[in-house]
């Protein structure tokens, strides 16, 4: 029997030369390679600032302390996405306002938003579902209309375009990527905030690190031993090993992504006409980090594919599931029909570049043999 892990992080042995040499170079916290790394990603994506932080949770936390959220404000968020994306909002005791998604691209129901719209909402955070962009000229035009600020949880979009743009260079205030060990570009633990905004910048680089005027590197650099506390700051920042692992991946970012696009081209090909898969609208480009099907038997074909060692995963459980949040916020089931819905039927197969053209055969084989198609 096969022994298909749902996600493997491509490496070979330029990951482990440049992890080396940060560690030969005796600097391991954040340093030349994290300005390095922040250089080179910034130049890809298009922006004019680049920040790396230790996680995509603590790149929305300083962004969202970057626009100034306060308690009492509320932000509109999807329900159908990871738990960082509303408990970073909680963090300031403000709060998390769920909006329902569409039942095709599992993203934000941009139609739906505006009926949350309140005089506390302070800002959106669209979450790019799978990879996919949201739409966002529809919450660029709300977002004017009601005062609002856009950061985008870009977790799953690197690297994703919306109308030919890159996610990370659109015209929000702030962008925030996730280098985790399951996503497009892994540094094992990471994220990145982006922004056309050199006040933002600048603010989240100072609250990386403890609010500390200068950074340690330039402290231990020549700089001076001086240092003054300008802000009350978080321990956020990253490492020149995860920033090296960083600019490895970078390189063959493209390449990584364009592996995923072929797999998820034979799985469309293979699934058509016979089981629900996502949509993905036509003035937009994926990072396909996820492949979702739509099944009516969805944990029977995840035990049916784990017995035939095919590893899969559900994404998400949504927000107003949880009963942290059911029990704070009194979300009520009733208000998130779609989400509800998807939520049921959702499974994610493997998707990844070291997934073999055998391995990908016999996923779809077996997804097949097992699934049960959904009948509206």
Not at 44 to 72: C, D, F, P, W
Not at 261 to 274: G, H, P, V
Not at 290 to 314: C, H, P, W
Request: net charge neutral; proline share 3%.
């Amino acid at each position: 029997m096969k022994n298909i892990l749902f996600h493997k992080t491509h490496t070979t042995q330029d990951e482990l030369n440049a992890v080396a040499d940060a560690v030969k170079s005796g600097w391991l916290t954040m340093g030349p390679k994290v300005m390095e790394f922040e250089e080179a990603f910034k130049i890809y994506i298009g922006s004019q600032e680049a920040v790396m932080l230790n996680s995509a949770t603590a790149a929305l936390h300083l962004a969202l302390k970057a626009i100034g959220l306060q308690r009492g404000d509320e932000v509109i968020l999807p329900t159908n996405t990871f738990v960082a994306t509303a408990e970073v909002v909680t963090y300031f005791d403000a709060i998390p306002v769920l909006c329902d998604i569409e039942y095709d691209t599992h993203n934000i129901d941009v139609n739906k938003i505006e009926l949350l719209v309140t005089k506390k909402t302070k800002a959106i955070i669209p979450v790019h579902f799978g990879g996919q962009p949201c739409d966002m000229d529809e919450i660029y035009t709300l977002a004017k209309k009601y005062n609002l600020k856009v950061i985008e949880d870009a977790a799953h979009a690197l690297p994703s375009k919306y109308k030919g743009v890159k996610v990370g260079n659109l015209p929000s205030d702030i962008t925030c990527f996730s280098f985790y060990a399951t996503k497009t570009l892994s540094t094992g633990e990471g994220g990145m905030a982006t922004t056309q905004s050199n006040e933002y910048s600048k603010h989240i680089s100072i609250n990386r690190l403890h609010g500390i005027s200068k950074d340690v590197w330039d402290r231990y650099s020549g700089g001076g031993w001086e240092y003054d506390i300008v802000d009350n700051g978080n321990k956020y920042n990253s490492t020149d090993i995860n920033a090296a692992l960083g600019l490895s991946q970078l390189k063959k970012l493209e390449w990584m992504r364009d592996k995923r696009a072929s797999i998820a081209n034979r799985y469309e090909k293979a699934f058509e006409s016979k089981l629900e898969t996502m949509c993905i609208k036509n003035d937009r480009e994926t990072s396909y980090h996820l492949f979702q099907i739509k099944v009516s038997n969805r944990d029977e074909l995840y035990t049916k594919l784990k017995e035939q060692g095919i590893g899969t995963s559900v994404h998400f459980i949504p927000i107003h599931k949880h009963s942290y949040y059911q029990e704070k916020y009194q979300y009520k089931n009733e208000d998130y029909p779609v989400s509800n819905s998807v939520f049921k039927k959702v499974l994610s197969l493997p998707i990844y570049p070291d997934l073999s053209d055998e391995d990908v055969e016999y996923i779809i084989e077996n997804v097949l043999k097992y699934a049960k198609k959904v009948h509206k």
